[in-house]
C-alpha cells in the first residue's frame, strides 16, 4: 500500500485538531457590536492576542491580526516608508536577495519611487555577513529589512546581532519570521526588532490569518483604508474565527517549544544523514543544523529536475517540494544569491517535516527519496550520453554529406571543364 507521507511544511502545515476544537458559538459576532455577543467575539479576540504576544515575550498591545504574512510585510515596509517620506528622512532601504516575494516587492516598488536600494549578498550558505550590513549603512539609510529564516534553504539568520546594528544607528529594523515562528525561540526583548511578521499556516493554524508585531512607541502609517480595526492599520471586520485559532496555535507551540525543537532536530536528521550520502546530492543552506530551521533539510540534486523529483516523489506516497517550482524550470533567487549555477538551481528539492510526523514515516521517507534523487540522477545521465550520441551521430552524417558535397561539386568541376575544353576545341575547327 502506498505511504501518505506529507513532507512540506515549510509551504503550509495540517491544522492540528486541537486548534479546529475552538467552539464557534462565542466567536460568530462582529466583535465591534456594542450588543453582548459582538463584545464576546471582541473579548475572544483580546485573549488570542495575548496568546500571540507570550510566544514572542512582548505585550497584548503590541499585536496586530492580518490577513496574511504578505499583508503584515508590506504593511511593515511600505507604512514605514509612508512615515519616512512624511518626515522628511532618508529614502534609502537595505534588505537581502533572499527574501521572500512578500518582503521584496514592496522593496522593489519603493524603489520605483526614487528610494534607494541596496541588496545584500550572502555567503553560501545563506548568511548574511554583518560586517556587509555596517559598510551599506549611510546617512539615509531609513529601513533595513532581513528574514529571520530562509523558507528556500532553512538558513537561520543571526536576527539578535543584525537588529542590533540596525538599533545602534538608530533604524528602523523589520523581520520575516514567518518560518521561524513557533519552531525557534524568538523573545522580542533581547532581540531589537520594530517589526516581526507571522502566518498562521505556517504553525498549524488555518490559512488567512498572520500577526504583525509593532513595537511600542514605532510609527507605522496606513496603507489600507476603512475602518479603525486593528488600530487603523488592518481596517475590516475581523475573521475571528481564525484569530481564536492562531492565538491557539501559539499557545501550543509556546508550551512545548523545547520538546518540539528537539523531535524536529531528531526528524531532520534522519532525512539529511540518509540523503547527505548519495552520490549526486548535496544540502544546501547552513550546514551547522542548529543554525537552520529544525525539521527542514533542502538538497541540490545533480543531474535532476526539481519538478520531475516532487513528481516521482508524489507518485510513490511522500508529499515535498522544488524550490525552482514556481519558476518556470529556473532556478531560484536564493539558490542564484548563493551561488548556485542554473543546472544546479534546477535541481533543488526541500523537504520539511512538522511535529505531526512520525520517525517511522521520515525513515521511510528518506529511503524511497534516496531511490529517486539516485534514479534521477542516473535517467539524466543516460540523457546526456544519449544527447551526445545523437550529436555525434549527426555530425558524422554531416560530415559524410560535406565530402559527398564537396566530391560531386569535383565531378561537376571536372565535367564542365572537360565540356569546356571540348567546346573550345570544335570552335577552333570552326575557325579554321
Not at 267 to 285: E, M, R, W, Y
Request: aromatic share 6%; charged share 20%.
Amino acid at each position: 500500500m502506498k505511504p501518505n507521507i506529507y513532507l512540506d511544511n515549510s509551504a503550509t502545515t495540517p491544522v492540528r485538531g486541537q486548534v479546529f476544537a475552538i467552539p464557534s458559538k462565542p466567536s460568530f459576532g462582529n466583535p465591534s457590536s456594542i450588543h453582548h455577543i459582538g463584545r464576546r467575539s471582541k473579548a475572544a479576540i483580546e485573549i488570542a492576542r495575548q496568546k500571540v504576544a507570550d510566544l514572542f515575550g512582548v505585550k497584548a498591545r503590541e499585536i496586530y491580526f492580518t490577513p496574511s504574512a504578505t499583508y503584515s510585510n508590506n504593511v511593515a515596509l511600505l507604512g514605514r516608508a509612508r512615515y519616512v517620506e512624511q518626515n522628511g528622512l532618508g529614502r534609502h532601504i537595505i534588505t537581502t536577495g533572499i527574501e521572500h516575494s512578500s518582503a521584496l516587492a514592496p522593496v522593489k516598488y519603493l524603489e520605483t519611487q526614487g528610494w534607494k536600494v541596496t541588496i545584500l549578498d550572502v555567503d553560501s550558505e545563506g548568511f548574511v555577513d554583518e560586517r556587509e550590513l555596517t559598510k551599506a549603512i549611510t546617512s539615509e539609510t531609513s529601513i533595513i529589512s532581513i528574514m529571520w529564516a530562509n523558507n528556500e534553504v532553512g538558513t537561520l539568520q543571526p536576527i539578535e546581532r543584525l537588529a542590533q546594528i540596525a538599533k545602534s544607528h538608530n533604524i528602523f529594523f523589520h523581520t520575516d519570521a514567518v518560518q521561524a515562528a513557533g519552531k525557534v525561540k524568538i523573545d522580542l526583548n533581547e532581540v531589537s526588532a520594530d517589526t516581526l511578521s507571522i502566518t498562521g499556516h505556517k504553525l498549524h493554524a488555518p490559512k488567512g490569518i498572520g500577526a504583525l508585531f509593532i513595537r511600542e512607541g514605532v510609527q507605522i502609517l496606513p496603507i489600507i483604508f476603512g475602518g479603525g480595526q486593528e488600530g487603523g492599520l488592518f481596517p475590516g471586520t475581523e475573521g475571528v474565527s481564525e484569530i481564536v485559532a492562531l492565538g491557539e496555535a501559539a499557545e501550543m507551540a509556546h508550551a512545548d517549544l523545547d520538546a518540539n525543537q528537539e523531535y524536529l532536530r531528531k526528524l531532520q536528521k534522519i532525512l539529511s544523514d540518509k540523503l547527505a550520502t548519495l552520490p549526486n546530492v548535496n544540502l544546501t543552506g547552513a550546514m551547522d543544523p542548529t543554525k537552520r530551521i529544525p525539521g527542514h533539510v533542502s538538497v541540490v540534486v545533480r543531474g535532476a529536475v526539481g519538478e520531475e523529483i516532487v513528481e516521482a516523489a508524489d507518485e510513490r506516497g511522500i508529499s515535498i517540494s522544488s524550490v525552482s517550482a514556481c519558476s518556470g524550470r529556473h532556478p531560484s533567487h536564493v539558490l542564484k544569491h548563493m551561488g548556485y549555477t542554473h543546472e544546479e538551481g534546477l535541481g533543488s528539492a526541500r523537504i520539511t517535516a512538522s511535529v505531526l510526523n512520525s520517525v517511522e514515516e521520515c525513515e521511510l521517507a528518506a529511503t524511497i527519496l534516496s531511490e529517486i534523487f539516485v534514479d534521477a540522477g542516473k535517467l539524466q545521465a543516460r540523457s546526456d550520453i544519449a544527447a551526445k550520441s545523437d550529436i555525434a551521430a549527426k555530425s558524422d552524417i554531416a560530415a559524410k554529406s560535406d565530402i559527398a558535397a564537396k566530391s560531386d561539386i569535383a565531378a561537376k568541376a571536372v565535367f564542365a571543364t572537360k565540356a569546356d575544353i571540348s567546346a573550345k576545341a570544335n570552335f577552333a575547327l570552326k575557325l579554321a
